[in-house]
């Protein structure tokens, strides 16, 4: 069956360190990526996306992702978190090779302590 | 330029009632998606509309329902509210069928009593 698997509900960083978020997913092909960002009480920001190419994606807000066909991964990674970077992360997936009907993660939130 | 817009920011309902929800999305965009996110059940896909058509429903009862517009605006529409519709409801859009991102509003925040 088709899932997305985000392995940590609750991640916390200070301010400054490296962050990487996980996001695994099973399927028998290649599928289309995403990592969106929410803050509480708000809808969801695209932070980056992947289709087809470079594996090492470049997105907003300093993020960048990598796919790992091998691994069916699709990790997030920031160099150097901000206390503004607090807030749930998602990792959503198309499986329809439409981009059309996303399947998300159960998230993971990130808390940054100062 | 505007992001997707979504009405009511919160609606409270009774069980058994009707609730009526609206999008419109971002200028020049002709596809439109919902999504339920409710607590315990995470963000789960619940229709796609694209040039006025329903493409695709994801596993929801035939209660929830909607339309798009002529203006590719949509409303989503749940009937017979039942307590576990409680949930944040999110709207998003994406210029056309074919590989583009999908763009979300801010949801609308329904709760049933």
């Known amino acids: 069956a088709q899932s997305v698997t985000q392995p940590d509900i609750h991640i916390t960083v200070s301010e400054g360190a490296s962050l990487e978020l996980r996001c695994n997913y099973s399927?028998?092909?290649?599928?289309?990526l995403f990592w969106y960002v929410q803050s509480p009480g708000q809808g969801l920001q695209l932070l980056l996306k992947?289709?087809?190419?470079?594996?090492l994606v470049q997105g907003i807000k300093g993020f960048e992702a990598e796919f790992k066909r091998s691994q069916s991964s699709f990790n997030l990674r920031k160099p150097s978190v901000h206390w503004s970077d607090a807030a749930e992360y998602f990792c959503?997936?198309?499986?329809?090779?439409?981009?059309?009907?996303?399947?998300f993660g159960t998230g993971t939130r990130l808390q940054v302590t100062l | 330029e505007a992001g997707v817009t979504q009405s009511p920011t919160h609606l409270i309902k009774t069980r058994g009632q009707q609730a009526t929800l609206r999008c419109s999305p971002i200028?020049?965009?002709?596809?439109v998606y919902w999504y339920q996110q409710a607590l315990g059940l995470g963000l789960q896909f619940l229709l796609w509309?694209?040039?006025?058509?329903?493409?695709n429903r994801g596993n929801f009862p035939p209660r929830f329902s909607g339309r798009q517009f002529p203006n590719y605006s949509s409303e989503l529409n749940v009937n017979a509210l039942e307590l576990e519709d409680s949930a944040l409801y999110l709207c998003?859009?994406?210029?056309?069928?074919?590989?583009?991102?999908?763009?979300f509003g801010p949801g609308t925040r329904l709760t049933v009593t």
């Open positions: 200028s020049g965009h002709t596809s």
């Open positions: 998003a859009s994406s210029p056309r069928t074919g590989l583009y991102e999908q763009y």
């Open positions: 959503a997936v198309d499986f329809t090779g439409t981009a059309s009907k996303l399947t």
């Open positions: 509309y694209d040039e006025g058509e329903e493409r």
């Open positions: 399927y028998g092909a290649t599928p289309y």
């Open positions: 992947y289709f087809s190419g470079d594996t």
